[in-house]
């Protein structure tokens, strides 16, 4: 079971997967100079009502083995604790430990 | 020496190439909006992230005829039972408001 963080991770990932083009929608309309202020306001105000998981922003890579979030290192979507351990144990083709 | 090309020619020279090219013709750079519908979903990519892993729970709730133990749930209610047999237990769950503990709680 992952933790809490992970689950809400994935709960975030799910929620702008299925508003995504909507959400797009209205950005464009938003933002689009040539409409008139009022469209755009009104599409401004729609984006507003959309919930915080919904936003590509509140998306972040955590590690995929113990759920940290911070020293990930993205190629492996590892922290780096776990990076370590599973590159000792040959688990990552291709990664040794420097030795000279 | 070649003469200064007009800016009017310049002009009808790009808008032919956006017609060529099926490119939109925006030569005061207006914000149009298009880069968000341009841009590639990233929902799906996005979910691909973690690995699913299997839910015993769900998986015994759709076939209840498969003989799974779910450990986890068997140790977490075997937890549950020592600490009502040494009064940790949690507490009982007010029926009206007036039971709550918080409202006999002396401030």
């Given at each position: 079971m992952p933790n809490a963080r992970v689950l809400r991770d994935i709960k975030a990932?799910?929620?702008v997967k299925t508003s995504e083009v909507l959400r797009k929608a209205y950005l464009c309309v938003a933002r689009n100079e040539t409409l008139s202020p009022q469209v755009r306001h009104q599409a401004q105000l729609q984006l507003n009502t959309f919930g915080k998981y919904t936003r590509p922003t509140t998306v972040k890579n955590r590690c995929t083995e113990?759920?940290?979030?911070r020293?990930?290192?993205s190629e492996f979507a590892l922290c780096r604790y776990?990076?370590?351990l599973k590159a000792l144990n040959l688990d990552l083709p291709g990664v040794r430990k420097a030795s000279w | 020496m070649a003469a200064a090309i007009r800016?009017?020619?310049l002009a009808a020279l790009t808008r032919s190439r956006c017609s060529i090219f099926q490119t939109a013709y925006n030569p005061t750079s207006a914000r149009t909006g298009a880069k968000y519908l341009r841009a590639r979903l990233r929902g799906p990519s996005m979910v691909k992230y973690y690995t699913p892993e299997a839910?015993?729970?769900?998986?015994?709730?759709?076939?209840p005829g498969l003989e799974i133990i779910n450990f986890a749930e068997e140790e977490r209610l075997r937890d549950v039972e020592d600490k009502k047999k040494r009064g940790k237990g949690a507490p009982k769950k007010a029926k009206e408001?007036?039971?709550s503990r918080r409202a006999s709680r002396r401030r």
């Open positions: 990932r799910n929620v113990s759920g940290r979030g020293g990930i290192i776990q990076f370590r | 800016p009017m020619r839910n015993i729970a769900q998986i015994m709730r759709q076939w408001k007036g039971d």
